[in-house]
Structures are given as structure tokens and as C-alpha cells.
């Protein structure tokens, strides 16, 4: 039986060499659970800067709105991998044809709890009760918040939760006043901010510092037929993660576009 995040096929890629330019390189359909997490750049990092070429992989990147949607896409075949949150590992667990084969982030910092500029709620305990919108359920930012509530002594139901289907919507609903607070990225926050729109109340990585916040998925069939691939397109993804780590600027330039945002 595998483990949840397959460190055999980790194994193989610290083995694994670099392809020959002449190979033809292979495609890969990768899906985000959310197309506006600054964690999941290194995918975008990895295919500009030719990263992955290096390794025989040609990425085809997709934002498919949210955890629940990237895991029906990995089950149907719609995508190769996908990248999302640690509790998607459950689906796994469960039955679904897929499997975590990375994890590439620990405490989730990048999930918070955004108000709008004019809320009147200045810190945690004036969520108590509220009704708190994230892009799906179940998924992370819903676990993150009932463990938030839990911590603050108010109990799972302590405060009310709903899945809007996007980070867009999400956004909608706040600025519109239909939700009290929204459960996002960080970086969201920074450009409601930015923008005088809105505030980042709390960040939710206190409330879980033993987690894996961004896990790697693949498909079954894949990584029964083709674990050559797999590997190799883990190789890409972490040689990614590497470069962006020593390019900050460079890297900044590709967020700025995919992301859409400006430099803050």
C-alpha cells in the first residue's frame, strides 16, 4: 500500500539525469487548485525560465477553481497533477485514483482571514458567530477556520462557513457586504489593501503549525505507467522552487503577470 505522500518516487528523482535536448519533450496537464496562490508559482517559474524543458516536461497550466474541482479533474483524468492543499490528501484515503507524491509547504501561512476596509471586527474574537466565505468546501481554509474556532474556545460551529466557488466571488460577497470575512491568500490581502478595499484580519498558520499546507498530486495511472515522467516533472518542480528562491526578482516579474498584481 502507498503512503499518502510517496517518498519512493522522491527517491528516484534525486537519482534521475537531465534529457537530452534532442528528446522530445513530453506533455503534462497541470491543474491549480487556485490560480492566485503565489505558492503554486513554481509551475509557472519552472516552464518560463525553461526549467522544465531541461527535464523533457512541457506543462500545460490550468487554474481550476478550487481543491474540490482539481481533485474531480485528477479523478476523470482531465489533468496529470495537481497542486492544492494537505487535507486533499483525504480524497486519496478515500478511495479517489490519485496520490500526493510531494509535499513543498509545511505551517499554512498563506491562508487568512480578510475583512473589508470598513468592518468594524478588529481582531479574532469579533468573528465569533460571523459568516466567513472561502472559495470551497470541504477544503483547507474550511478545516483552517474550524480549528481557529476550536483554539478560541468557541467550538467548531462558532462561526458559519460557505463555499463561493471562487476567489472572485469571494471577493464580490465582501465588498458587497453579503459575508462578514473571506478566507484567502495572503497575497489577496495585500492588494485589497493596496487597493483601500480591504484588511488581513488574522493569519491561520498559528492555528496548525504541524501540516502540510501544499501537497503535489498525481494519477494513479500515471504513476503506475509512466513513473519516469513523474519523476522527472518533480525534478523540474523542485529545481523551480530553487531558482525562485535565488532569483527573487525574476521570480517577482512572473508572479506579477501570472498573479496579476502589482509589486506591493
Not at 519552472?46 to 524543458?53: D, L, M, P, S, T
Not at 485589497?192 to 502540510?212: C, E, M, N, S, T
Request: aromatic residues 6%; proline residues 5%.
Amino acid at each position: 500500500m502507498r503512503t499518502p505522500i510517496a517518498s519512493a518516487i522522491l527517491g528516484v528523482v534525486a537519482c534521475l539525469s537531465v534529457l537530452s535536448p534532442a528528446e522530445a519533450a513530453d506533455t503534462v496537464r497541470v491543474g491549480k487548485a487556485l490560480g492566485s496562490l503565489w505558492a503554486f508559482l513554481p509551475v509557472d517559474v519552472g516552464v518560463e525560465k525553461g526549467i522544465f524543458a531541461r527535464y523533457g516536461i512541457d506543462p500545460e497550466i490550468s487554474d481550476v477553481g478550487n481543491g474540490n474541482k482539481l481533485q474531480q479533474a485528477l479523478a476523470s483524468g482531465s489533468v496529470d497533477f495537481g497542486l492544492a492543499a494537505g487535507t486533499d490528501l483525504a480524497f486519496a484515503a478515500k478511495g479517489s485514483p490519485v496520490l500526493g507524491v510531494a509535499a513543498f509547504a509545511k505551517d499554512p501561512r498563506t491562508v487568512t482571514i480578510i475583512v473589508s476596509a470598513d468592518s468594524p471586527i478588529d481582531d479574532v474574537a469579533g468573528l465569533k458567530g460571523k459568516l466567513l466565505a472561502m472559495p470551497g468546501a470541504p477544503s483547507v481554509a474550511q478545516w483552517l477556520v474550524w480549528q481557529m474556532a476550536i483554539a478560541e474556545g468557541w467550538g467548531k460551529d462558532g462561526v458559519r462557513t460557505l463555499a463561493q466557488g471562487s476567489v472572485q466571488a469571494n471577493v464580490a460577497a465582501l465588498l458587497t457586504h453579503q459575508v462578514d470575512a473571506i478566507v484567502d491568500p495572503v497575497e489577496l490581502g495585500w492588494q485589497l489593501a493596496d487597493q483601500h478595499k480591504g484588511r488581513i484580519l488574522v493569519g491561520l498558520g498559528r492555528y496548525a503549525p504541524h501540516f502540510h499546507a501544499h501537497v503535489l498530486f498525481a494519477r494513479d495511472t500515471l504513476i503506475d505507467d509512466r513513473p519516469d515522467l513523474v519523476a522527472r516533472f518533480l525534478k523540474g518542480f523542485f529545481a523551480s522552487i530553487a531558482f525562485m528562491k535565488d532569483n527573487k526578482p525574476e521570480t517577482s516579474a512572473v508572479a506579477m503577470r501570472v498573479l496579476g498584481r502589482s509589486r506591493l
